[in-house]
């Protein structure tokens, strides 16, 4: 049985669409990463009190920070990754909608077909 030429078209669609919801989660992991370390490094530097010598890297090289720059920097990044990851949970959650809709479709089709 051949598969008609929309059915195809819907089929390389769903997949194409599986390959952006693959690397729309590998995305979020690699942020919820970030966060974790980003966590981590602050409660470190949460340990210390504001005369301990802070450095931050810049490429290869390591510079002195202010205890107090480098705090807020911390915060400021772990408050933009939790912005990032929350958008892109939505939008994992939109193509994993998609392709649920899709697959139900291209099933529905495939059935009617072999009727």
Do not use: C, H, W
């Not at 949460?46 to 720059?69: H, P, R």
């Amino acid at each position: 049985m051949e598969i008609p030429e929309n059915i195809q078209q819907q089929l390389n669609q769903f997949q194409q669409l599986q390959q952006q919801a693959q690397a729309i989660s590998m995305q979020v992991q690699n942020v919820e990463i970030q966060i974790q370390e980003t966590e981590k490094a602050l409660e470190e530097l949460k340990k210390t009190d504001e005369s301990t010598e802070v450095f931050k890297q810049a490429g290869t090289l390591l510079i002195k920070v202010e205890y107090a720059d480098a705090l807020s920097d911390m915060e400021d990044k772990l408050e933009t990754l939790g912005l990032r990851k929350q958008t892109m949970s939505r939008q994992e959650e939109r193509v994993m909608k998609k392709l649920e809709e899709m697959q139900a479709s291209i099933q529905s089709v495939m059935q009617g077909m072999g009727q």
